[in-house]
């Protein structure tokens, strides 16, 4: 029988009226965040290559039903993540049509879950003043607004390790159903992680939480409020049917998964076993300069909040264990990667909460009126960073960095001329052919590996793009251009035939 939780003591209730005026603009700043991110999630195309890969993952999944299997491309699996936040995002296409905003979606309103569980333990252990303020230093992060909507893994496996701390807190701190919600909802947590990203999210999260129970002396208690054995038999009836049905349909998966992607990703430089891209090669203690810059502009503001001299605290006391508990939530993750070579910057997200909450802690020894107004300082320079996106032409960076543009204009162009005998014909790609196009193009496009390989099957007037550098050396390869149809990017559209190589010679 589990002992009985600690008792509640009643937090101070701040008098109404008494919050200054920059303390009010808080809510509806972040409020002007989601508004403005909503805007680019249905605006910006979709961008290579993690964006555009993982959303024509999830379009396959929906259009082939496959739910067991990702596909990389046709008979090619795709085995470096599992499938929850492509279930997900084929679930939203489903619903909603295939489109960027029906592919963000999803991952937006796991941002919005994330903030909800980090205002919410805020609340709990601090206060109301304090839950908007971790929700200001959370929702204004320059990492946490670039990545909510951004259709990857990784805003999936920070849901799942921010309720698995949630739930782990409340089981030991919460009375009644918040306490039962905690004992169980944390092996659930886990479980969903293995679906997530793997079982990165469960070492994250206990990374934590065992060095935190054996600091602060309640090893003892997390021991017995929570369910061990029946927790992690939970968390593996989650997760272990799909991993055991994806070995099953894809041989080999297994071994990929554990070994290449949670092994040597982590500790061999350039590791060069990656099947679909290359590893990111980065100097060990990478993560640091990754988390400074995914906290800004708060690195910059919030010194100036400091208090000079002493003084009595701005808001209640903080449960006992809080500051530890906090504190390793921001520095384990940041710890476990540090030695990793083969980083990217989201693999700070898992810290960003834990830091939000250890600086709203921090902020409640401030001076509140001072804190409150470089709050709401660093909110309004991320909104006019976000209008600035919306407002401003970006069609030259965007096409650099998508295809949406070329394809459109490929499908006016056919639409345009409809008895062209190329119109049915799939857009060929010379080269590597981008994510993006695949993912606008419905599937339909298609790649060629060499000019000489075109040449082979190009008896005809074919649609071509190729890089816009690569069209002078049309003629070396027995290739003339027939119609030039525009530059989109780095890009060219064009419709090519193959002739006579001695007779193109200069």
């Not at 085995?79 to 296409?93: E, G, Q, V, Y």
Request: glycine share 8%.
């Amino acid at each position: 029988m589990s002992p009985p939780p600690p008792p509640v003591v009643p937090l101070p209730q701040t008098r109404p009226g008494t919050r200054s005026r920059a303390a009010r603009t808080l809510l509806p700043l972040l409020l002007l965040l989601l508004v403005l991110r909503l805007v680019l999630a249905g605006t910006l195309p979709l961008m290579d290559t993690t964006e555009a890969r993982y959303a024509e993952i999830a379009r396959k999944m929906a259009e082939m039903c496959d739910w067991i299997t990702p596909w990389h491309e046709p008979g090619v699996p795709f085995w470096a993540k599992p499938p929850l936040s492509f279930w997900l995002t084929a679930w939203s296409f489903k619903l909603f049509g295939v489109s960027e905003f029906s592919a963000r979606l999803p991952h937006l309103l796991c941002s919005l879950a994330v903030a909800a569980l980090t205002g919410d333990l805020a609340r709990r252990v601090l206060g109301a003043t304090a839950a908007r303020r971790a929700l200001a230093l959370l929702g204004g992060s320059l990492m946490f607004v670039v990545a909510s909507g951004a259709v990857m893994t990784d805003e999936v496996l920070l849901l799942c390790i921010t309720a698995a701390l949630h739930a782990f807190w409340c089981a030991l701190h919460a009375p009644g159903r918040a306490a039962t919600y905690g004992r169980w909802g944390f092996f659930v947590a886990l479980g969903l992680g293995l679906l997530a990203k793997g079982p990165l999210a469960p070492v994250l999260v206990l990374i934590q939480v065992l060095p935190w129970a054996a600091l602060s002396g309640r090893l003892r208690d997390a021991v017995a409020r929570l369910p061990w054995l029946r927790g992690l038999a939970l968390m593996l009836l989650l997760a272990a049917p799909w991993y055991l049905a994806a070995e099953a349909r894809t041989p080999g998966f297994l071994q990929y998964f554990i070994v290449g992607e949670h092994w040597h990703r982590f500790v061999t430089p350039g590791w060069g076993g990656d099947r679909y891209g290359r590893a990111h090669q980065m100097a060990v203690g990478t993560i640091w300069l990754f988390a400074g810059l995914a906290c800004l502009p708060w690195p910059l503001l919030l010194p100036w909040a400091r208090r000079r001299g002493t003084g009595s605290r701005s808001g209640p006391p903080a449960a006992r264990g809080w500051t530890a508990f906090v504190v390793l939530w921001s520095l384990a993750p940041l710890l476990f990667f540090t030695p990793a070579r083969n980083i990217i910057a989201p693999y700070v997200l898992p810290a960003l909460p834990g830091l939000a909450l250890w600086g709203a802690t921090w902020l409640q020894r401030q001076p509140p009126a001072r804190a409150d107004a470089l709050l709401a300082g660093g909110l309004g320079l991320m909104a006019l960073v976000l209008a600035a996106a919306c407002l401003l032409p970006t069609a030259r960076w965007t096409d650099a960095h998508s295809a949406r543009q070329l394809i459109r204009a490929d499908q006016q162009a056919r639409r345009a001329d409809p008895m062209d005998a190329t119109a049915a014909a799939p857009l060929v790609f010379v080269g590597e052919r981008p994510f993006s196009a695949s993912f606008y193009s419905g599937g339909q496009a298609r790649e060629m590996a060499s000019l000489d390989a075109l040449a082979a099957v190009a008896a005809a007037p074919t649609r071509v793009a190729l890089p816009a550098d690569e069209v002078q050396a049309l003629p070396a390869h027995g290739l003339r251009v027939v119609r030039d149809l525009g530059r989109h990017g780095r890009w060219a559209l064009l419709l090519v035939q193959a002739g006579d190589r001695e007779s193109m010679r200069p």
